[in-house]
């Protein structure tokens, strides 16, 4: 399936993964709005077969953020509704049907760190460097970088990102905390392909409690977090499918935890 300016296909045995692929590589996969609107529909009419989603940028660079060339003169208002339907977007692949993985190669600059910082994991390979150029283009994030990236890597940093134009290497991004793997050049979508397949064999309840739950939990205040947090605990434990997995760990017919 081709929506603008992006390429969907289904991939495992029971066409369990998603893989999302941008295709503007001449344009970097700079996100303008067609392209926007695109994963925002996808991810609103994802496959029920789908458990799990891959997002990968075509060409050298995972992406160039914002289309500048869209960047018209708007007022406040129009500008106000267009970040907004930025934030419509990426909340439909944050919150939507099913774990997402970025897969990050080259650039992840402005608007493309905040379509990464939706995903759940991030992995990203040793040419993968990271930038906020909005400072110095005078231009703030509009994509909900302000309330993603500082919790992925602080607010110091993001801060210090946005005033001096500074750029993290795949090493440095990292160890501060943009991406959870880092694996050599051309190597971050066959990893995402292998996390996601893996994923999506987990129980639908436990993915959605880490993708919609933890996150909330993890922006509560700490009495109210244990509580939402023993919720959740007994509605999973209670699903047929978590008393099954259980069942098989005690009987030795699932796998142990292995020393990595
Ligand atoms: C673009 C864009 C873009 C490339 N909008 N057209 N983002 C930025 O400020 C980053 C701007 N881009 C770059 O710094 C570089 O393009 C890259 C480091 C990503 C890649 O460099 P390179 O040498 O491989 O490519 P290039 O030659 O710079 O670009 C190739 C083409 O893509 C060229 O167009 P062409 O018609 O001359 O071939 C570029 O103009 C075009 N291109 N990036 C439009 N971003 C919700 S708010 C979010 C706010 C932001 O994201 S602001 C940050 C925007």
């Known amino acids: 399936m081709s929506k603008k300016h992006i390429h969907f296909e289904l991939q495992g045995e029971q066409n369990e993964v998603g893989v999302i692929r941008l295709t503007r590589g001449a344009k970097r996969n700079a996100l303008n709005d067609g392209l926007i609107l695109s994963l925002r529909d996808l991810f609103e009419k994802m496959p029920k077969s789908v458990r799990a989603a891959v997002i990968d940028g075509e060409g050298d660079h995972f992406c160039a953020g914002l289309d500048l060339s869209e960047l018209q003169e708007r007022d406040a208002s129009q500008g106000v509704f267009h970040s907004r339907m930025w934030h419509a977007a990426l909340e439909c692949v944050q919150y939507g049907p ?11 600059v402005g608007g493309g760190l905040e379509l990464a910082s939706a995903c759940h994991i991030r992995v990203a390979d040793d040419t993968t460097f990271y930038a906020l150029p909005e400072g110095t283009r005078g231009i703030f994030v509009g994509g909900g970088g302000a309330v993603r990236i500082p919790r992925l890597i602080g607010t110091a940093r993001m801060t210090d990102m946005m005033l001096t134009g500074r750029v993290y290497n795949a090493q ?11 694996v050599p050049e051309g190597k971050a979508f066959e990893k995402a392909l292998e996390l996601a397949t893996r994923i999506a064999g987990n129980a639908p309840m436990t993915n959605y409690a880490l993708t919609h739950v933890l996150p909330r939990i993890a922006d509560q205040p700490a009495d109210q977090g244990f509580m939402t947090e023993a919720m959740m605990a007994a509605i999973a434990q209670s699903a047929p499918e978590a008393k099954d997995r259980v069942r098989a ?3 030795g017919r699932a796998a142990k935890v292995q020393k990595s």
Do not use: C, K, N, S
Not at 98 to 108: E, N, S, Y
């Open 98 to 108: 099913v774990p997402v993985i970025a897969a990050l190669h080259g650039a992840v």
């Open 172 to 182: 440095d991004g990292e160890r501060i905390g943009m991406a959870q793997y880092l």
């Open 249 to 251: 760990f005690l009987e």
